[in-house]
Structure formats: structure tokens, C-alpha cells
Nanobody, 114 residues
Framework: QVQLVESGGGLVQAGGSLRLSCAAS????????MGWYRQPPGRQRELVAT???????NYADSMKGRVTISRDTAKNMVYLQMNSLEPEDTAVYYC????????WGEGTLVTVSL
């Protein structure tokens, strides 16, 4: 079972940027995909972005053009660069390893202020 640890969250003003990191305890290419999800206050967890084993990228429409998912397979790291952040992007952001099941990190809180 993989352990995922997110970092990089925090408080940022609207229009700002953050880069989230996810450190995996095992090889990220052993999974079908890696992804980032988020859970805004009072709402369900939702997809932000995924990257498959072969490198195919997928983004949620709500964040397309403002986020970039990337990875470093040598370091077993997955990143989420977020730009032009809006208060509506306030959420706990989770790293996920996707295979026959979903494995989650503990999450990192992103708060976007006006």
C-alpha cells in the first residue's frame, strides 16, 4: 500500500499561485494514474487533475487553464501548479493514487482570500 503526503498548501490572495507537492512512498508509475482532488467546505470531493502512467493529462473544466499537473518519476513526486486562484478554489486538496482502488493522502488546505 502506498503512502501519500501532500504539502504546499496555505493562505494566498486571489490571483495568486501555489504549487502543491505529493510525495509517494512507492513507484508512482506502478499505478494506472496519479491525481489531485479537492473538497471545498461543505461539498463533496471532486477531481482537479490526473496524469496516467503513460503521461496523459486530464483536467476538470473548472480549473482547466489555471492548473498544471506534473510528476517526477525518479523522485516519486506529483505536483499541482495552480495559478490565478479564486476564493472558490478554497478547499482541502488531496493527492490520489489510482488503480483498482483509490489511495488518498491526508490532504493539504488551500485558502484563497479576497
Amino acid at each position: 500500500q502506498v503512502q501519500l503526503v501532500e504539502s504546499g498548501g496555505g493562505l494566498v490572495q486571489a490571483g495568486g499561485s501555489l504549487r502543491l507537492s505529493c510525495a509517494a512512498s512507492g513507484s508512482i508509475v506502478s499505478f494506472a494514474a496519479m491525481g489531485w482532488y479537492r473538497q471545498p467546505p461543505g461539498r463533496q470531493r471532486e477531481l482537479v487533475a490526473t496524469i496516467t502512467k503513460s503521461g496523459y493529462l486530464n483536467y476538470a473544466d473548472s480549473m482547466k487553464g489555471r492548473v498544471t499537473i506534473s510528476r517526477d518519476t525518479a523522485k516519486n513526486m506529483v505536483y499541482l501548479q495552480m495559478n490565478s486562484l479564486e476564493p472558490e478554489d478554497t478547499a482541502v486538496y488531496y493527492c490520489a493514487a489510482i488503480d483498482s482502488g483509490l489511495y488518498w493522502g491526508e490532504g493539504t488546505l488551500v485558502t484563497v482570500s479576497l
